[in-house]
């Protein structure tokens, strides 16, 4: 048996992140792994602090660590730790050391970066609307710098999905 390819999407906010976990997990029959942070703010009576988002990786981590063994083929993360590295920074303006040592011990196969291409849609959790550039190339550097395999995802919601399923297919030579 083949092992499981993991593949990280990832990106600023607003970018289709979700959706297109859940439908790379149809198309190609097998499971993703939610965003965490997203639940874990819903259920907070209170905002979110810059604990919250360790517990918050660790609990991501761990979930990921649980669906791989039911993964065909793929596994695809909503979300990674560079994301929390990001916005522990930019909130923070520090990032906790285990965040740090994850990143570079555990690796995915590929990372999807979301393009800003996609409107925006507002959302309770939602924070940066008029920084999108800017993050968005705060990621780029983040793989870059990592030296990460990544592919850039752009197209309207409807393209977006045959463009992540084409990007895959090549990178991973299964088209």
Not at 8 to 36: D, I, M, R, W
Not at 64 to 78: G, M, Q, S
Request: proline residues 6%.
């Amino acid at each position: 048996m083949a092992p499981v390819l993991k593949v990280a999407v990832t990106g600023p906010e607003s970018t289709g992140k979700s959706l297109l976990c859940q439908q790379l997990a149809g198309h190609f029959n097998t499971v993703h792994v939610p965003e965490y942070a997203r639940e874990y703010v819903d259920r907070l009576n209170r905002p979110y602090c810059r604990e919250d988002i360790l517990v918050i990786a660790r609990e991501q981590l761990s979930r990921e660590d649980a669906l791989v063994k039911t993964a065909n083929r793929y596994l695809f993360c909503d979300t990674e730790l560079i994301v929390a590295k990001i916005w522990e920074l930019h909130k923070y303006k520090d990032c906790h050391p285990w965040i740090l040592e994850q990143i570079e011990k555990r690796r995915y196969d590929l990372y999807l970066l979301c393009d800003i291409d996609l409107p925006w849609e507002p959302d309770p959790q939602r924070e940066y609307p008029h920084m999108r550039n800017f993050f968005f190339d705060w990621f780029r550097r983040e793989l870059e710098g990592y030296e990460f395999p990544y592919l850039i995802i752009s197209g309207s919601r409807n393209e977006r999905l045959d463009n992540a399923i084409r990007a895959l297919e090549s990178f991973f030579n299964t088209g």
